[in-house]
């Protein structure tokens, strides 16, 4: 039980510290494309990619935790989180497929 407990609590650092920096490494992107944009056209682009950082950080974070899971071998939370990144990327391939009609 303990052991359980201990893991977990790897999990949810590991978690945490990842949702910490990589929000905080989206804004400086972000900030940054939004300064470069007074003096140029390519700091929308940068500000873009800021934006795009955002929204892989939910996906990145099921990555970790299908890591993690396969790390520790439990086979079946691996399984939901490899289920959940199927999911995610069929859902960015259509949303991709039908963003160019």
Do not use: K, N
Request: aromatic share 8%; with cysteine; glycine share 10%.
């Amino acid at each position: 039980m303990s052991q359980d407990r201990a893991l977990s609590g790897r999990l949810e650092q590991l978690l945490a510290g990842l949702l910490h920096h990589g929000t905080l490494g989206a804004c400086a992107v972000v900030a940054a494309g939004l300064a470069l944009a007074f003096w140029s056209t390519e700091g929308m682009r940068v500000a873009t990619a800021g934006i795009a950082l955002f929204i892989l950080l939910p996906v990145v974070r099921v990555g970790v935790m299908l890591v993690f899971f396969l790390r520790v071998r439990d086979h079946r939370y691996a399984a939901i989180a490899a289920l959940v990144l199927l999911i995610l990327s069929i859902s960015f391939l259509v949303g991709a497929r039908w963003g160019q009609a």
